[in-house]
């Protein structure tokens, strides 16, 4: 577990954007660092058939880097995508495009209602991984993201949400409906402030600090600025 102090949502993204405008990492780098890390703890469950549900931004695209190191290991892996195509951009298109030209499974599932071949693919995973939705929302989750939700939580299948639950307010722990109920929580960087709170604990499961090189200068700089 982390000993570094809990950075907010807007901290986070204070860090983002000085790693990519002071320290020169491009966000690529940090997703890679991310994805992988995630695998790894991933891995270190013996997962067999992997479902990763990613959403449009960022935390879709930690999904993909995902995806493709699991393959890398040999495990079994589909990925349902939960907005259109058109929709992906950055860093996560970057890694979109990667796994698509690597012949990795891909179901559509950006329209309502809940796709039945997600449905499908949801009863032969033993394992889900959560990256609908990031640190950044705050709000409940729409469809057809809120029947996944739905639909992981009655699943048997083990569940690993990135960076967050989807669902759960990082700063006040808040769960909105619905939250995923997870397993595991692989969160970046250091851990968020909600989810010590006792409103948090049933939706993040077992937390572990995910490190994705951010510079310890650059940590320093965004925790003194809070001061």
């Known amino acids: 577990m982390s000993t570094r102090p809990p950075l907010s949502r807007e901290q986070s993204r204070a860090v983002d954007q ?37 959403g449009p931004g960022n935390n879709g695209g930690d999904g993909y880097v995902i995806a493709r190191h699991l393959d890398l290991a040999g495990v079994g892996v589909k990925i349902a995508l939960f907005c259109p195509r058109e929709r992906i ?16 499974e891909i179901i559509d599932c950006s329209a309502e209602p809940l796709s039945a071949n997600f449905t499908a693919a949801l009863g032969e995973a033993d394992w889900v991984v959560d990256a609908l939705l990031g640190t950044g929302v705050t709000s409940a989750p729409r469809e057809p993201i809120a029947s996944a ?4 939580n009655a699943s048997p299948a083990g569940t690993l949400a990135i960076d967050i ?8 722990g808040q769960p909105h409906n619905p939250t995923i109920e997870a397993n595991l929580t692989a969160t970046f960087v250091t851990p968020k402030p909600g989810y ?27 925790l003194g600025a809070a001061d």
């Not at 010590?196 to 965004?222: C, M, N, S, W, Y």
Request: aromatic letters at 4%; one cysteine or more.
């Open 18 to 54: 000085l790693a990519a405008e002071k320290y020169h990492i491009p966000g690529v780098i940090l997703m890679e660092n991310a994805g992988r890390g995630c695998a790894e703890l991933l891995n270190a469950q013996a997962p067999k058939q992997v479902l990763i549900a990613c």
């Open 89 to 104: 951009q950055g860093d996560a298109l970057i890694n979109f495009r990667i796994v698509e030209a690597s012949g990795l």
């Open 149 to 152: 939700i739905r639909a992981i």
């Open 165 to 172: 639950p989807s669902g759960l307010d990082c700063d006040t």
């Open 196 to 222: 010590e709170q006792e409103t948090a604990k049933p939706f993040v499961g077992e937390l572990h600090v995910i490190d994705i090189g951010t510079p310890r200068k650059l940590l320093a700089e965004v």
